[in-house]
């Protein structure tokens, strides 16, 4: 990100009026829905606090932002739970705690069916008849798609084949587009998409404060193990450690990012007679 920012300032500021509101809505609809649910199970923490509102700025970590927005992957401030206020305790935690990840993935879901429309209001019929390696649905559409990267880093061309030592055949963009201003729509969409699934992903993982530690700690401890504000702030410092020295998260992160997203995708792209 560093490095495109140098290199390419008007080009990663583009990319960034994408990313941007699709990082702000996944976090806000993360907390929100984390807080909401806690209302509806008789904690009203989040709600005095002014939690359960749209405004991002109320949900935002500093930390988690900034990652969201160079990787695809963080999370927002915790909204105030206080579980005392529960009705009833160890299934309302978990309730509240999946949450947040609920929505992203409902979010996901979303993002990639409008996807899949907007494909074919976006694209000539021709370009998918092209018999290119390159030009199908599932490489336009697909998280691991080379014309997915092309399309969400605002390239003007499409890549059909592969010719060797890094090198491409490719296609003005413009010339196969039937209507070009979806291409703005699509670029969120994609942005989406990959925000809300990596959100919802890492957020999984059991790690204290992250959603999936409560979510583990209620289903297989039955919520034996409670940690205090401390512990969960050393926690989630060694995670950062951890994710900035080795890269098994991330790979780990990515692997089963791409993994549900083929199959969502195989999905609607079949349900709508595409595959």
């Given amino acids: 990100m560093l490095e495109w920012m140098r290199s390419d300032p008007l080009g990663f500021f583009t990319f960034m009026l ?22 509806l199970c008789g904690d009203n923490t989040a709600r005095d606090m002014g939690r359960l509102t749209l405004n991002p700025f109320r949900h935002l970590s500093p930390i988690g932002t900034l990652m969201m927005f160079t990787v695809g992957m963080g999370w927002a401030k915790p909204v105030p739970v206080n579980p005392r206020n529960f009705r009833h305790g160890r299934r309302d935690d978990l309730l509240v705690s999946a949450a947040g990840v609920t929505m992203n993935f409902f979010l996901f879901a979303l993002a990639t069916l409008l ?15 092209l018999s290119r390696p390159l030009t199908t649905r599932t490489d336009f559409l697909s998280f691991s798609g080379t ?48 925000c809300n699934l990596g959100m919802c992903v890492f957020n999984l993982l059991p790690f204290p404060p992250l959603d999936g530690f409560h ?7 039955r919520g034996r193990l409670q940690l205090n504000a401390q512990a969960f702030r050393v926690s989630m410092l060694a995670l950062l450690v951890l994710m900035n020295a080795t890269d098994i998260f991330s790979r780990l992160i990515s692997a089963v990012t791409h993994f549900i997203q083929g199959g969502v995708l195989r999905f609607f792209l079949a349900l709508f007679g595409l595959s």
């Fill in 115 to 129: 996807m899949v429309a907007v494909n074919e209001k976006l694209w000539m019929p021709e370009v998918f008849r």
């Fill in 215 to 221: 979510v583990f700690n209620d289903i297989l401890l």
């Fill in 18 to 39: 994408y990313r941007a509101p699709a990082v702000l809505i996944a976090l806000t609809l993360h907390e929100l829905s984390h807080g909401y649910v806690a209302y």
């Fill in 147 to 194: 014309n997915f990267m092309q399309i969400m880093q605002n390239s003007n061309y499409i890549w059909v084949e592969a010719t060797g030592d890094g090198y491409y055949n490719v296609l003005n963009a413009a010339q196969y587009m039937q209507t070009p201003w979806l291409i703005h729509v699509q670029r969120f969409l994609y942005q989406f998409a990959f």
